[in-house]
Nanobody, 115 residues
Framework: VQLQASGGGLVQPGGSLRLSCAAD????????MGWYRQAPGKQRELVAF????????NYADSLKGRFTISRDNAKNTVYLQMHNLKPEDTAVYYC?????????WGQGTLVTVSS
């Protein structure tokens, strides 16, 4: 499975972005998916995950209320809607299967929050 994340960019504090991650494999819909991020000089961390159906989601405690994960299995795509972005959200964002990351990470998409 190849993963292609997109939608990142430069945004001011308090702004919003919507990230997308498309998978080219047919097994996408049979896997729970997660969004992960890696800030400069830090380890990659889990941001949020979503069940195969999309009915169950969970978030890192510090992000609850600001981020929303969703998926469209017909499009093999998982999304991350981010609001009220903060400078500490600056990172490269990736998607992968959850809980184990089965596939190559791909390039990710860079989110920079700065004034």
């Amino acid at each position: 499975v190849q993963l292609q994340a997109s939608g990142g960019g430069l945004v001011q504090p308090g702004g919003s972005l919507r990230l997308s991650c498309a998978a080219d494999g047919k097994i996408f819909s049979t896997n729970a998916m997660g969004w992960y991020r890696q800030a400069p000089g830090k380890q990659r961390e889990l941001v949020a995950f979503i069940s195969t159906s999309g009915r169950s989601t969970n978030y890192a405690d510090s992000l609850k209320g600001r981020f929303t994960i969703s998926r469209d299995n017909a499009k093999n795509t998982v999304y991350l809607q981010m609001h009220n972005l903060k400078p500490e959200d600056t990172a490269v964002y990736y998607c992968n299967s959850f809980p184990s990351q089965k596939w190559n990470w791909g390039q990710g998409t860079l989110v920079t929050v700065s004034s």
